[in-house]
Structure formats: structure tokens, C-alpha cells
């Protein structure tokens, strides 16, 4: 699918803290058109609200990313090259449901709500560390990274110390700047390392979540070496690198909102909520949301052939006025719970329990403990990961 007339797609941001101005554009002007993407194919966008999550619950839209009209951004690999496992992201009925209920159970509240001494030790033994050392620190690397990649470590079951492995080849994957082949050499190298993972856990299965698949497989009969390694790949994947990027780039947010910050100081109970508008705010993962028309369908007036691809501009979704009002301005006061971050429909994002209370619980504990946190360096300083497709930061200098 190619066009030589439609207009191309922006994917940085001109402004840290909101879309590109054009996907704002297209939800006031053309909320369902074809663009053309940075790296010369053609796919429809969708900007406003109702139509992004009529996509992402329809099933006459597949989620198939291994189509070749699947829209790919500038770098992607050829999804025929990709040594990626078939991963549940990119399933459809009735492969998908199966697949998902297996985990599901390892993300419910419940079972999240158990994790919270862990995840609160976590948090309180790195601000110690900030604490004790030098001043100015990079959040990132001292707190915004190893809490969530030691968080996904023991959840799984992946040995932490090989941590700066995995999380240097998870940024290279998901880095627009780098060739196709580099990030094929990432994913294959995660691949690799992935497979004796999941090998060994077959053999001595613990008490951790892919040892608990590894045994559910076996009393059910159906041994699959290849959904396992699907299993690790997206949560080792998914489960660092978002919340890592939420983490640095709420803190900055709230440092540069006093007002929202001395009212979750003031009542944590307040946290939560700010959670949920933080997440709407930065919608970090939202070229992640991908769809194929299996058949020709009318999306907000306009009719997608069967065959083509949509993305979803899901930060314009998140502004879209019709849903929040006042959307552009960052509140903390306002209900964000239907935000479109965690995407919507039958892929809606599988580890949100787990972020929601990774987040909760890093802000409340780093606001309380380092009252006097501020940035280190003027915002013009700040490097942000416009290349990436999960937006993020690459470094915040904090000190107090």
C-alpha cells in the first residue's frame, strides 16, 4: 500500500509534553485519514477518541503486525525477517483468547496488591542508595530503570544481574533511529538469551511466573516451548521499558507542577488519580496500537478497504475534547481512568495492575522521603527519546 499524496506522518514531539502539533490537527480536521509513514508506506490514522477504541474492540480489525500492509515505522523490520516469536500482542480470535487467559491470573489486583511490601522494599532500597550518594544523580539509572527491571526479574524468574544486557538490547529494538538490521541483531540477540531462559526454567521450574506456566502446560498436557518464549519476550519487553519511561517522565512532570505535587504530598490519597492522568498525559506507547481492515469498514464516515492498515494516534485520543475537558492541561483532579495508555478492547495492556502499582508507589515514597527533589539542570538540558516507540527520557538530573 503506497501514496505519493498524503501527507507524512510527524513522530517527534515539537513540545516534551504533547503530541505533535499535526496529530492534534488531524483530530480537529481529519480524525480518519491515509498519511504517508517516515519510512515511505502509506497506512490510515486515527485521531479521535471514540474511533481509535472502535478500532482496537472491532474484530473485523486484525491485530496481525505480520501483514505486509501492516504500518511500519521508519526502521521496523520486515515482519518476514523478524526472528520474533508470534507474540499474544498480534493474535486474533481464536488463537488470542486461549493464549491470554493462561496469564491473565498472574495480573490481577489481588495478586498485584501481594506485591506491594516487595515492590515498596525495591523502591526504598534505591532511594537509600541516591541518598548516601553524590549529588546531582540521574534518576533514570538510579531509580526510573532498576525498579521496574528488577520488579519484571522476579516476577519471571530472569536472573537481574543480567539486566544491562537485556535492557540494551530492548532500546535498540525500540529505537526508530537505528537501521532495520541493528534491530534485528537486538531482537535475535534477546531471542537467543530468551530461549536458554525459558529451557532452563523447563527443566527446573521455580516459583516464579514462567515456572508456574511451565507447570500449567505440563498438567495440561500441552507442553509449548514457543508460547513461553512468546510469554517472556513481551513481559521482559513490555514490563521495564514503559514503566521505566512513566517513572522519569512523571516525576519531571510533577517537579514542574508544584501545586499537584504539594496535593499528593498533602494526601496520597491523590496518587492514584495522578497516575491515571499522568498516563493519559504522555500516552507513551502509542504507535504500539496497530490494526489491518480484514474487510471494508466505515470508521467515523470514511471506509477503510479491506486490506490496509490503521494506526492509532492515541495521544490525540487522549486529547480529544469531546471525552476530556480542557484536555490539553495537566490535572490531577480530573477522572483519567478511561484513558487509551494502556490501549482498549481484548489486547488492552496485560501488566497494567502491575504499573499502576509500581508508579503508585514510587512517587508517594520518593515525593515523601526527598521533600526537596528538583531538576539539576534547565529544561533545555533534558534529552528526550523522540526516536523511540516508547517516549521516555533519556537522562533527568535530580538533586535536592
Not at 520488579?151 to 540494551?168: A, R
Not at 534491530?183 to 521455580?206: C, F, M, S, W
Not at 478511561?338 to 478492547?345: D, E, I, N, Q, W
Request: one cysteine or more; glycine letters at 6%.
Amino acid at each position: 500500500m503506497t501514496t505519493d499524496s498524503a501527507e507524512t506522518l510527524q513522530l517527534t514531539r515539537t513540545c516534551p509534553y504533547a503530541p505533535p502539533e499535526q496529530h492534534l490537527r488531524l483530530l480537529r480536521e481529519q480524525p480518519v485519514t491515509k498519511v504517508t509513514l517516515p519510512g515511505g508506506s502509506a497506512a490510515w490514522v486515527a485521531a479521535r477518541y471514540q474511533d481509535i477504541r472502535t478500532v482496537l474492540s472491532d474484530p473485523r480489525f486484525s491485530a496481525n503486525r505480520r501483514h505486509p500492509n501492516a504500518p511500519r515505522l521508519n526502521g521496523e523490520m520486515d515482519p518476514g525477517q523478524s526472528p520474533l516469536p508470534k507474540m499474544m500482542l498480534e493474535m486474533d480470535p481464536p488463537e488470542h483468547g486461549p493464549v491470554r487467559r493462561a496469564v491473565i491470573g498472574e495480573f490481577t489486583v489481588r495478586r498485584m496488591a501481594a506485591l506491594r511490601p516487595r515492590i515498596q522494599q525495591i523502591v526504598d532500597e534505591h532511594i537509600d542508595a541516591m541518598l548516601d550518594g553524590p549529588r546531582p544523580v540521574d534518576l533514570v539509572r538510579a531509580l526510573a530503570l532498576p525498579v521496574p527491571s528488577l520488579v519484571i526479574c522476579e516476577l519471571l524468574g530472569v536472573p537481574y544481574d543480567d539486566h544491562d544486557f537485556f535492557q540494551t538490547n530492548s532500546a535498540q529494538l525500540l529505537d526508530h533511529a537505528v537501521t532495520a538490521q541493528e534491530r534485528q541483531h537486538a531482537a535475535l540477540e534477546l531471542v537467543i538469551y530468551l530461549d536458554k531462559l525459558v529451557t532452563a526454567k523447563e527443566e527446573n521450574p521455580g516459583d516464579d511466573l514462567l515456572g508456574r506456566q511451565v507447570i500449567k502446560q505440563r498438567e495440561s498436557g500441552q507442553e509449548d516451548h514457543g508460547a513461553l518464549l512468546s510469554l517472556a519476550f513481551l513481559l521482559l519487553l513490555a514490563g521495564h521499558e514503559t514503566t521505566a519511561n512513566m517513572i522519569s517522565l512523571g516525576t519531571y512532570m510533577m517537579l514542574r507542577n508544584p501545586d499537584a505535587l504539594a496535593a499528593l504530598r498533602e494526601d496520597p490519597a491523590r496518587t492514584p488519580g495522578a497516575v491515571e492522568e499522568l498516563l493519559r498525559h504522555f500516552t507513551i506507547a502509542e504507535f504500539a496500537m496497530m490494526r489491518i481492515a480484514t474487510e471494508d469498514v466505515e470508521l467515523g464516515g470514511t471506509v477503510i478497504p479491506a486490506g490496509e492498515g490503521v494506526l492509532m494516534l492515541a495521544n490525540a485520543g487522549n486529547r480529544d475534547p469531546e471525552v476530556f475537558q480542557d484536555a490539553e492541561a495537566f490535572d490531577i483532579e480530573r477522572d483519567a481512568r478511561s484513558h487509551l495508555a494502556f490501549g482498549y478492547g481484548p489486547h488492552q495492556c496485560l501488566g497494567q495492575n502491575l504499573a499502576r502499582v509500581e508508579l503508585e508507589i514510587v512517587f508517594d515514597t520518593l515525593f515523601r522521603r526527598i521533600p526537596g527533589l528538583r531538576p539539576a539542570v534547565p529544561d533545555e538540558q533534558l534529552a528526550f527519546k523522540d526516536n523511540a516507540t516508547v517516549y521516555g527520557m533519556h537522562e533527568l538530573p535530580v538533586t535536592w
